[in-house]
C-alpha cells in the first residue's frame, strides 16, 4: 500500500480507471447501437439499411478498442516523462 501514497501513482491509476470507464461506455454504445441497427435491418430490410463497414458506429468500437488504449499508452509515457523530470530537476537543486 505504500506505492498508492505518491501523487504520481494516484494519477497513473485515475486516468486509467477513466479511460477505462469511458472506453466501456463507448464500446457499449456502440454495440448496442450495432444491435438495434442489425435487428431494424432484419425486420425491415427494404425499407432500412443493414450496418455496412463504413457505419460509424463500427468506427466508433474500433476506436474504443484501439484508439482509446493509444490514447492511455500516450497519457502514462507522458506521467512517466514528467515524473522522471520532476525527480531529476529535484536532485538537482542544491
Known amino acids: 500500500m505504500r506505492m498508492l501514497r505518491s501523487p504520481w501513482t494516484r494519477g497513473f491509476l485515475v ?6 470507464a469511458v472506453a466501456t461506455l463507448v464500446a457499449l454504445d456502440a454495440v448496442i447501437g ?4 442489425d435487428d ?13 463497414a463504413g457505419d460509424p458506429l ?4 474500433h476506436f ?3 484508439g ?6 500516450v497519457g502514462v509515457l507522458l506521467g512517466a516523462v514528467g515524473r522522471a523530470l520532476a525527480r531529476r530537476s529535484r536532485t538537482a537543486a542544491p
Open 15 to 20: 486516468w486509467t480507471v477513466i479511460l477505462l
Open 64 to 66: 474504443a478498442f484501439f
Open 68 to 73: 482509446f488504449p493509444l490514447i492511455w499508452l
Open 34 to 37: 450495432l444491435l438495434r441497427a
Open 58 to 61: 463500427l468506427v466508433q468500437l
Open 40 to 52: 431494424a435491418c432484419f425486420f425491415q430490410y427494404p425499407l432500412v439499411p443493414c450496418p455496412q
